[in-house]
């Protein structure tokens, strides 16, 4: 049904889109840009003082058992 539906939207845009011939007719031209002068802005900024380092630590991790069930079937290899 949402094959359907998708179908009849998608054909009336490709025909609306194939009615359609655009031609140029006139080249394009970038303007012409002078630019003289100016004065870019000061700033006076003090930063945060950041200490940055390693250390060592020992961090305790879970023991996790996973029990799969046996599978039955033959093995999935991707050639099918």
Known sequence: MKRLI???LIVPFALGLAACDVDQT????MPEVNVEGGNMPEYDVETADVDVGTEERTVE???VDV???DAEGEPVTGDE
Do not use: C, F, L, Y
């Open 26 to 29: 006139e080249e394009g031209e």
């Open 61 to 63: 991790v879970p023991d």
């Open 6 to 8: 998708a179908t009849s």
């Open 67 to 69: 029990t799969m069930p």
